[in-house]
């Protein structure tokens, strides 16, 4: 699913390797081998989520 978002900025709502649910905006850069390699608008910094942990995700809509 997520798969379709690569190269745009979604929101995700993601459920750490503690159990703490967090909601990202994301920047999709891959998706393999089930994680999703990401730039983390929320942390500046990139990030990997594993996609069996993303609860939903939503296009944030580019404005023109």
Do not use: W
């Amino acid at each position: 699913m997520i798969e379709k978002y690569i190269g745009q900025t979604v929101q995700i709502i993601y459920n750490d390797r503690k159990k703490n649910i967090s909601i990202r905006s994301i920047q999709v850069l891959s998706v393999r081998n089930g994680k999703v390699r990401a730039f983390c608008l929320s942390a500046n910094a990139p990030r990997v989520f594993n996609v069996e942990s993303i609860i939903d995700v939503e296009l944030i809509k580019q404005h023109a």
